[in-house]
DNA sequence: TATTGTTATACTCTATAACTATA
DNA sequence: TATAGTTATAGAGTATAACAATA
């Protein structure tokens, strides 16, 4: 085992390999399929808030505007949202999820639940939900 | 408060949220200085493992032989690391820290801390061991 | 044959700036 | 003037494949 100096002791290091295992499974659960974390996220935000515009879904997930909108463009070709100008300002988007995404929403969250069972094995029911209230406390946005 | 949906109860999700608001912190911490995450992390590991081959510290921090190589080159031409061809295995590099490689790390160690502790502010130091020994576990490479 | 480092390449994520249409 | 969405663009991270030198 290689020893890693003072960067062994840091939050910081510990969460990125963290992540970037986990995006890695992600990856691989879902090879072969245009599902990627990001676009989960919207699908599960606006399934949540559907009729929410654009920009306030991207908020939500932390991301910037610009980058929302290839982002709902894919979703909007693969058919799982759909997209309206909101009636009450036309400078803004309502989405919503098609019965296509509802159902990919609901298979993919299946997947997952199997990734994230499998990725986090050696934590105990307990420790897992410590680690998402410790998580959450470092980036700040939680919808409790 | 915008509702997530099953999002919310993804550790993936919270994973990814946190490392990258430590990812974004860290970058302004080091803004108008070449300093990054991942460059941090080499002059860490070359530190506690002076000599040790450029593929040997990329397989420790989970990097890929191929990326290594740009960030080598970063660290050479700052001068903070020296590269010298193993005379045991003329294919291999041995790296070592220069006295400025040692310098800074030393000083950029001092201020990650800092970023850190401003960060986890709102973890106690029992919580803070708790998510790296959490995190550890995920990731699955820890040195110890 | 296998391994070390390298080059080339490509895709994703994320960031900023400037534009348009609406408010 | 301000806001929602858009376009263009750029930097960083990370992945694969193929190559040269050396083992």
């Given at each position: 085992?290689?020893?890693?100096?003072?960067?062994?002791?840091?939050?910081g290091?510990?969460?990125?390999?963290?992540?970037?295992?986990?995006?890695?499974?992600?990856?691989?659960?879902?090879?072969?399929?245009?599902?990627?974390?990001?676009?989960?996220?919207?699908?599960?935000?606006?399934?949540?808030?559907?009729?929410?515009?654009?920009?306030?879904?991207?908020?939500?997930?932390?991301?910037?505007r610009?980058?929302?909108?290839?982002?709902?463009?894919?979703?909007?070709?693969?058919?799982?949202?759909?997209?309206?100008?909101?009636?009450r300002?036309?400078?803004?988007?309502?989405?919503?999820?098609?019965?296509?995404?509802?159902?990919?929403?609901?298979?993919?969250?299946?997947?997952?639940?199997?990734?994230?069972?499998?990725?986090?094995?050696?934590?105990?029911?307990t420790?897992?939900?410590?680690?998402?209230?410790?998580?959450?406390?470092?980036?700040?946005?939680?919808?409790?």
């Amino acid at each position: 085992m290689i020893a890693l100096g003072p960067l062994d002791e840091l939050v910081g290091y510990h969460l990125r390999r963290a992540s970037s295992a986990m995006r890695m499974d992600f990856a691989e659960t879902f090879a072969e399929t245009p599902m990627r974390q990001v676009l989960f996220g919207v699908l599960s935000v606006v399934s949540a808030m559907p009729g929410l515009s654009q920009g306030k879904v991207a908020e939500a997930l932390g991301i910037r505007r610009a980058n929302m909108v290839a982002l709902v463009n894919e979703l909007v070709d693969l058919g799982l949202i759909a997209r309206t100008t909101d009636h009450r300002d036309r400078r803004a988007f309502s989405l919503s999820l098609t019965q296509a995404g509802e159902a990919m929403l609901h298979e993919a969250l299946a997947q997952i639940r199997r990734h994230e069972d499998r990725m986090l094995e050696n934590l105990t029911t307990t420790e897992r939900s410590t680690l998402v209230n410790l998580l959450r406390k470092i980036h700040g946005s939680t919808s409790r």
